[in-house]
């Protein structure tokens, strides 16, 4: 890591640990063993706060591929994608043979929303300059807005910059 900012390893590496630590919450198997299912999830907003641009969306995809790929949860698409598919099913139905067109009104709600924000603090001293990167999820119940599960990683990078003399 040469510049010290977030990068794709950090995005990775956060949603895999973040998405890990969330599904072992009891959260997840107090509803399962509740509705005798699996929970529907959606990721809602991811707010950067933090002195940098960081592209949310690299960060959201791989929270998105962790909660699929677990199988512990069923996840559905979110706001902007959602709309995309509505627009194909209304496509369909005026275009498409009717025996293939997929009918609206069939959609899954998500049980729960997956939000939370990317801060960061920076420290600079003597030519070495720290920031402390902090990443916070919750994951909302959305039948009473209850929180869940709260999840905090936190990544610290030191730069050093050589200084020139002449």
Do not use: C
């Not at 969330?22 to 707010?47: D, F, H, I």
């Not at 909302?140 to 990078?157: P, R, T």
């Amino acid at each position: 890591d040469l510049s010290g900012h977030w990068n794709d390893a950090d995005s990775r590496m956060v949603a895999e640990e973040m998405v890990k630590e969330a599904l072992s919450g009891p959260w997840l198997e107090t509803y399962a063993r509740a509705n005798k299912r699996r929970p529907v999830v959606v990721v809602g907003t991811l707010t950067n706060r933090s002195h940098e641009h960081i592209n949310v969306q690299t960060f959201i995809n791989d929270l998105q591929r962790e909660l699929t790929n677990s199988g512990k949860v069923t996840f559905v698409a979110g706001k902007g994608e959602r709309e995309e598919v509505r627009e194909e099913r209304r496509e369909q139905a005026a275009n498409a043979l009717e025996s293939t067109q997929k009918a609206p009104g069939k959609e899954i709600g998500a049980d729960y929303l997956l939000r939370g924000t990317i801060s960061t603090i920076q420290d600079e001293a003597d030519g070495t300059k720290a920031i402390f990167y902090q990443v916070d999820l919750e994951m909302v119940d959305l039948s009473n807005n209850v929180k869940s599960w709260f999840g905090q990683k936190k990544i610290k990078k030191v730069v050093e910059r050589k200084r020139v003399v002449f």
